[in-house]
């Protein structure tokens, strides 16, 4: 079956006795035992929820998957990969990484003993360099968030198997639609279901799913142990919006390739960050594992001062953090995502003070390269009227 008849049925035939199209939202704690010692299949909703279940199985069907498991925000499902971990244990992380993840990474894994190396995991003698006897896994980000570098995802799990430890690909960028990471030898995809499953920034939602039965069995023992669990009517509005992930994804791609490709052009502009940019880094690698480009671009300008007026000056693409919904959204990462990344350590991958985020919405091409025509505009009149 085809992945966008797939995300359209989401949910569907799931409620024989009733025939509900949608999935029934439970908003139930708990459920009655049928007598003692007995069960129908659901206790307590921290453990199991049939709309919560909905969810989770249909997302491992779409990364082919055998486990998923739905968490309240993909922070949480980070987490839960974490305490797969303990001292002395040593991860090989994506140098380019969202600044949350750093932040878990360095403030509470760290002081636990579990030590974090930060490489270039496109570099795959980087990767083997920094793998040792202590490494547990590797976890990538690719493209990475937010200058779009890529990773080799059969290359790192080629040296990953061959030290017997495991592949985690953060996989919030692609969406199933576009890369699929188990389907290359990938032990674990992580999502923030925020972004572009959900796609209406209405929901706060994270998930996991696991290649091996035994290794999602051990996750979940997390999952309902630590409890940060997905609500039922968050599961639901997660559903709901995975139905249209194909539209979306197609219409986010087409209109990021056109802003890039007009960025480049601009005069305000020095570097534009986008996978399908014929000159982008590694974009041949990129198209031997997955099948589009993505909704995300980052760009720098010209110098630093333009940031502030051009933020203030859009009228149509929002000044906010996340992304991935229909709405176009432009963030300022040294200052928004990334901001608990020490300077030194951003600058020094590419993290400046000139670069800007732009998750591409849905809306027409044409309205979003106006309006950042005459933000840019407008930015340059700001710093030459105060003659900075």
């Known amino acids: ?87 002395g244990d040593r991860l090989v992380v994506s140098d380019d990484l969202y600044g949350g993840t750093y932040r878990l990474f360095e403030r509470i894994l760290r002081p636990l003993g579990i030590d974090v190396a930060y490489v270039d995991t496109g570099d795959l003698e980087a990767v083997e360099r920094a793998v040792n006897e202590r490494t547990r896994a590797l976890f990538l980000e690719t493209p990475t968030n937010p200058l779009m570098k890529i990773s080799d995802i059969r290359g790192c799990v080629r040296i990953a198997r061959a030290r017997g430890i495991i592949t985690i690909v953060d996989n919030t960028f692609m969406t199933p639609y576009f890369q699929r990471p188990l389907e290359l030898g990938a032990d674990v995809v992580v999502h923030s279901a925020t972004k572009y499953l959900g796609g209406h920034n209405d929901v706060l939602a994270g998930l996991l799913v696991a290649k091996d039965p035994a290794l999602g069995e051990r996750l979940q023992f997390y999952q309902n142990s630590a409890g940060a669990v997905l609500s039922p009517h968050d599961s639901w509005l997660l559903l709901r919006g995975m139905k249209t992930l194909a539209l979306r994804m197609q219409r986010h791609e087409a209109n990021a390739a056109a802003v890039a490709r007009w960025l480049e052009t601009h005069p305000l502009v020095t570097r534009v960050y986008y996978p399908g940019l014929d000159g982008h880094p590694r974009r041949s690698v990129h198209e031997q594992q997955a099948t589009g480009f993505g909704g995300m671009v980052s760009f720098d300008v010209a110098d630093a001062r333009l940031v502030a007026p051009l933020l203030s000056n859009v009228r149509l693409i929002t000044f906010a953090e996340s992304l991935g919904g229909v709405e176009s959204l432009i963030t300022y990462p040294a200052v928004q995502t990334h901001s608990d990344i020490p300077p030194e350590v951003r600058e020094a991958i590419g993290v400046t003070d000139r670069l800007v985020r732009l998750s591409i919405g849905i809306e027409h091409v044409d309205d979003l390269i106006a309006d950042l025509e005459q933000a840019l505009k407008a930015a340059e009149r700001e710093v030459k009227r105060v003659g900075l």
């Open 1 to 87: 079956m085809h992945i966008d008849t797939h995300v359209a049925q989401l949910g569907n035939r799931r409620d024989p006795a009733t025939g509900a199209i949608s999935v029934p939202v439970y908003h139930s704690a708990t459920f009655a035992h049928p007598g003692p010692g007995q069960s129908t299949g659901y206790d307590y909703t921290r453990t199991g929820n049939p709309t919560r279940q909905a969810l989770e199985e249909e997302t491992a069907r779409l990364e082919r998957g055998a486990r998923g498991l739905a968490f309240a925000s993909g922070m949480a499902a980070i987490d839960c990969l974490c305490r797969l971990f303990g001292p």
